[in-house]
């Protein structure tokens, strides 16, 4: 047992020192950040400055590569089969490493076991709107109408299984209340129905949201997350209001399973460096995001703690693909 035991800690101890070297050239060649989205979104956008930010702090070349499908989950499955060597990863959030083994029946990978967390990078809340020539103007308005008209109130999402969608399950569970979803194709569907009047509201994505503020078409009555909008200052929050209620939308790094740790130190130590750039905190505040880079052990619990808190909204709302 003695010689199993010596063996083993040799193997590791020679796994060690060959990531170490391998790190010490790290990055060499180009890398790969994948969005799992359409180019042009608030996720590229977020992938597109921190790669070049990175490109910058560290002299590599850090290109993104967007791999669109099913609700995010073929591009994270691109990444978790990757070669675990740093030059591959994933700019993924809830949907992806959250959400997605509670909602699809054959997701064809482990949001946990298929990864090494990297770092979580931002996270913002989300706002809940009415169209302006609503009569609902604050939120005991708002929670009057859904207490006397029930599933008769509907709202629309960017689609089943979004953090918009999610978010609302998460609020009528927290308050006893009901509310008919109507998912769209998209932010941009699911706020041009609320300005058409074809829902009565939605609980959407920041930068969606607020150019059609500042316009006049729609009036924000919440906002999800743990304190104020640096954004949107006057707009309260759920919780402040009290309602047990906090949904940030988050994204953060990602890579394969078994990358070598010296690498992803120097790769949350690269971001954490990239997230001091005024340039950078500047171009994430105009997105109405917060940046929140933490590290990979910080990240892992953060993790855990999603998943454990959205599976239990899944499950209650019975939310299956």
Same mark, same amino acid.
């Given at each position: ?48 400055? $921190? ?15 967007? &791999? ?59 706002? +809940? ?42 609020? &009528? ?15 941009? &569907? ?30 924000? $009555? ?63 505040? $105009?997105?109405?995001?917060? +940046? ?14 999603? $998943? ?14």
């Amino acid at each position: 047992m003695k010689l199993v035991a010596r063996a083993s800690l040799s193997f590791i101890f020679l796994l060690s020192l060959f990531g170490t070297a391998f790190a010490q050239d790290y990055p060499s060649k180009v890398v790969q950040l994948v969005v799992p989205y359409p180019p042009g979104g608030v996720v590229d956008l977020t992938g597109r400055i $921190l790669a070049d930010q990175l490109n910058r702090t560290t002299g590599g070349k850090f290109i993104v590569v967007n &791999k669109p499908g099913a609700g995010g989950t073929i591009g994270a499955e691109f990444v978790a089969r990757a070669p675990a060597d740093g030059y591959t990863l994933c700019m993924c959030g809830a949907a992806t490493n959250a959400f997605a083994p509670f909602i699809y029946k054959e997701l064809r990978y482990d949001p946990i076991k298929d990864f090494e967390p990297v770092t979580l990078f931002t996270e913002g809340p989300l706002i +809940l709107t009415v169209n302006a020539a609503s009569s609902l103007k604050n939120l005991d308005d708002f929670f009057a109408m859904l207490k006397e008209s029930g599933s008769k109130v509907d709202y629309s999402s960017n689609g089943v299984g979004t953090f918009p969608h999610l978010s609302v399950e998460l609020l &009528k569970q927290a308050t006893s209340t009901q509310a008919t979803h109507i998912p769209y194709q998209g932010g941009g &569907k699911a706020v041009t129905a609320l300005i058409a009047n074809e829902v009565r509201f939605t609980q959407n994505h920041l930068p969606i949201i607020a150019p059609h503020i500042k316009s006049g078409r729609l009036s924000p $009555l919440a906002t999800t997350g743990e304190s104020r909008s640096a954004v949107f200052p006057d707009v309260p929050t759920l919780k402040e209001s009290g309602y047990d209620v906090v949904a940030t939308a988050w994204f953060g790094v990602f890579a394969p399973a078994g990358t070598p740790q010296p690498i992803i130190k120097i790769l949350s130590n690269a971001i954490a460096t990239a997230a001091k750039s005024p340039e950078l905190r500047e171009k994430i505040a $105009l997105q109405g995001d917060e +940046l929140r880079v933490e590290g990979p052990v910080a990240f892992k619990a953060f993790q855990a703690a999603e $998943l454990e808190k959205w599976q239990a909204v899944i499950t209650a709302a019975g939310i299956k693909q």
